[in-house]
């Protein structure tokens, strides 16, 4: 992890030293997560396991709904690895307030009583957008269109957005190829793995990671990516190299295997 801050990405820092020491020992506080320890279930940051958002039986119930991950040799692991990760890296205070939001209106809302789209929620941590889109697509989810963000919300129940989110970002990638002929993105673990959150940024064909030092930054309203384009797509291995989403994904799937 780099100091802070890191290559004078931005001279316009009001930031004392302090703060900035601060900073760097919070973003620094959590070790990288190995395989052993999703395997064990350690506890997220709110003192919980995660395993109790992860319904096996949903799991398979969704995978059953979806055939489109078999065809494209996706386990139903998979299913159940997105959500263990989603468990894994949540649980701040911001989630526990949607969760209540959602619990009395069905819905986050704003400030201004409208609805937050862009607000991740459940286990699975799909935004509300998303899982309006994604009701009014696929027909297996037409049994939760009238609650659909209490239903992405319940462990038992959003295995079946996520297996629809996964659908969907298959068509994606084959739509991309059908328009791109001379391009070419496999659809495997990794490359949907990484569309469920893409994290890496490139300028004059240099490739990083959207790390913690970004995140902070944003919050504090502070702009490290200015000249960088986040890669929506992997499409090259350098992307799907430096993308940490997919090594957690995967490694939270291999965990998930019984």
Wanted: glycine residues 6%.
């Amino acid at each position: 992890m780099p100091n802070l801050p890191r290559n004078a990405t931005n001279n316009s820092w009001a930031l004392s030293e302090p703060l900035l020491k601060g900073l760097n020992e919070w973003m620094q506080r959590k070790p990288e997560l190995t395989y052993m320890e999703y395997l064990t279930g350690i506890q997220n940051e709110r003192g919980e396991s995660p395993w109790k958002d992860v319904s096996f039986e949903g799991v398979d119930k969704a995978f059953s709904k979806f055939p489109k991950l078999a065809k494209h040799a996706l386990p139903k692991e998979f299913i159940a690895g997105v959500i263990l990760n989603e468990t894994l890296h949540g649980g701040d205070i911001r989630d526990v307030g949607e969760e209540l939001s959602v619990k009395i209106f069905g819905t986050v809302r704003n400030w201004n009583g409208q609805e937050n789209s862009t607000a991740s929620v459940g286990p699975a941590q799909i935004q509300i957008r998303n899982i309006r889109h994604l009701v009014e697509k696929y027909p297996e989810l037409s049994i939760f269109k009238d609650d659909p963000i209490r239903a992405a919300s319940n462990p038992e129940t959003a295995p079946m957005f996520v297996a629809a989110y996964i659908s969907d970002k298959i068509d994606l990638i084959e739509k991309y190829n059908r328009e791109r002929p001379n391009e070419h993105i496999p659809i495997n673990q990794a490359t949907i793995a990484y569309l469920y959150n893409p994290d890496v940024i490139s300028a004059d064909g240099s490739y990083r990671q959207i790390d913690s030092f970004d995140k902070i930054s944003a919050a504090l309203h502070i702009d490290t990516r200015k000249g960088w384009k986040t890669e929506t797509m992997p499409n090259n291995d350098e992307i799907v190299r430096r993308s940490k989403v997919i090594q957690d994904i995967l490694n939270a799937t291999k965990a998930c295997y019984r």
